[in-house]
């Protein structure tokens, strides 16, 4: 091949190289996965979700997770023929149940989170809706449970391993709660107009909570169900 084609053909592709990352500049939309809606633009990058009063609830709350934590492996530590026959008491099948659903919840309220940002108002609570109703089915889930359980003799006071699963499935049992009237405060709100595209801040913050309780469960059903 002529040593001037060659040439021109570096020359083609230097330019062509330069277009498209000009183009990419412009447009850096067109270089993401699109996992997300436009409206999760690169001016919310960094910038820390929700308000600082739900970010002080969060921090004390995963404080008092983590004593129970270390109160778990500290017991552990001392009864471990106890805490390596307490996973196989429980019922195991209502705990990866309960698991599915609150990984549903943190979706629908990812989803009603986007949908705000697309200023969609008819499908934020559609998905706020949906996210509540995990919310009430992980409670009479977990109800049925602790039923199941004292049917079993299996009470707070029967080991150390249940003193300690009693103390953190209530916690959280409460903070779901907790979480559930809220959704229902925010589509309450939301019906009134109080959220849009330019202001969800309140929306946010509940978000962010809700996904804290979710991530605390990920963590306490190894804990209690799968670790022997």
């Known amino acids: 091949m002529p040593l001037n084609i060659i040439d021109n053909q570096i020359t083609l592709n230097e330019i062509n190289t330069h277009k498209k990352y000009k183009h990419m500049k412009k447009h850096p939309s067109n270089n993401s996965l699109r996992m997300f809606p436009e409206s999760w633009s690169e001016e919310r990058a960094g910038r820390v979700p929700g308000n600082i009063p739900i970010w002080v609830g969060i921090l004390s709350e995963l404080t008092e997770f983590g004593i129970f934590f270390a109160a778990y492996f500290i017991a552990k530590f001392y009864y471990p023929d106890i805490f390596s026959q307490g996973p196989q008491d429980l019922h195991t099948t209502l705990g990866v149940t309960n698991t599915i659903v609150l990984l549903a919840s943190s979706y629908f309220m990812a989803k009603a989170m986007s949908y705000i940002r697309l200023d969609n108002k008819v499908k934020c609570e559609r998905y706020l809706w949906f996210a509540f109703s995990?919310?009430?089915?992980?409670?009479?889930?977990?109800?049925?449970?602790?039923?199941?359980?004292?049917?079993?003799?299996?009470?707070?006071?029967?080991?150390?391993?249940?003193?300690?699963?009693?103390?953190?499935?209530?916690?959280?049992?409460?903070?779901?709660?907790?979480?559930?009237?809220?959704?229902?405060?925010?589509?309450?709100?939301l019906k009134k107009g109080a959220y849009s595209a330019k202001e969800n801040s309140g929306l946010e913050a509940l978000a962010v909570y809700w996904h804290m309780i979710d991530l605390m469960w990920i963590l306490i059903f190894p804990l209690l169900y799968v670790l022997r």
């Open 134 to 189: 995990c919310g009430c089915l992980y409670l009479l889930i977990k109800t049925w449970e602790f039923h199941w359980n004292s049917l079993q003799g299996l009470g707070p006071s029967t080991n150390e391993f249940f003193t300690v699963y009693y103390y953190m499935t209530f916690n959280h049992f409460i903070h779901v709660g907790w979480a559930s009237c809220a959704i229902l405060w925010v589509i309450f709100r």
